[in-house]
């Protein structure tokens, strides 16, 4: 059973654009809330995290919304860039144990 | 700081021989390490848990016996896939925590792509 349902699979924005990425969750017993960005053949890199007590978070380009009574948090990518181009994988857990990821988006940005 | 690397990056090996992977947090000591494999276009399947000293705490479905992991420091863990098939051919990535309790935070190593033939 996945614990974090990840959306979209895949989208394709153009130079500029905005991306964004949304997770839902249902354990509300998570209190840590990561994003990772995947190239090929590399292994997931942390790009931002958030935890409960916030809302919002930016970092760069970066943002993560976050609604606890919706259970749900999301990565907005502000002027999305063509080496923005990766997997996108959000995650939860309770810490400090094991993370539970999403599916994974497939981010492609068009010059 | 928190970096993960790991042993071989890739390998390709016959059907029935045994594969080392080594896993270090270079420029920190992690309180846990993390084994995960990922398949194409897919995400990533937690493996097992590991803490220095003491034995791996394996998730439902994943052999112990045919993935081994040692934990035999602070900044070294290995997996061993043994009597490898061609279906254990898959990406394997590990992870370190970095902190404790609520600030831990889990970076992970560049992967080790595994060929059986």
């Known amino acids: 059973q996945q614990q974090v349902k990840q959306s979209p699979q895949s989208l394709i924005v153009q130079k500029g654009g905005i991306s964004i990425i949304n997770c839902a969750y249902e354990n509300t017993a998570f209190d840590y809330f990561p994003w990772y960005q995947q190239f090929p053949g590399k292994g997931p890199a942390l790009l931002i995290a958030i935890r409960p007590d916030v809302s919002e978070k930016k970092e760069g380009r970066f943002t993560i919304s976050f609604n606890k009574s919706a259970k749900q948090f999301s990565l907005h990518i502000m002027d999305s860039q063509p080496g923005d181009s990766a997997t996108y994988f959000c995650a939860a857990s309770r810490s400090p144990y094991k993370l539970s990821f999403g599916a994974g988006t497939t981010v492609t940005v068009r010059a | 700081g928190a970096v993960v690397s790991q042993h071989p990056s890739w390998v390709i090996c016959k059907s029935g021989t045994s594969v080392k992977i080594e896993c270090r947090s270079l420029d920190f000591q992690a309180t846990t390490m993390f084994w995960y494999r990922q398949f194409p276009k897919q995400s990533l399947m937690l493996m097992a848990t590991?803490?220095?000293?003491?034995?791996?705490?394996?998730e439902q479905g994943v052999e112990k016996d045919k993935f081994l992991i040692n934990h035999a420091s602070l900044t070294l863990s290995t997996l061993t896939v043994t009597s490898a098939h061609p279906e254990d051919s898959s990406f394997y990535i590990c992870?370190?925590?970095?902190?404790?309790?609520?600030?831990?935070?889990?970076?992970f190593g560049p992967g080790t792509r595994l060929t059986v033939l």
């Open positions: 590991s803490n220095e000293g003491s034995k791996a705490t394996y």
């Open positions: 992870s370190a925590t970095v902190g404790s309790g609520s600030t831990d935070t889990q970076y």
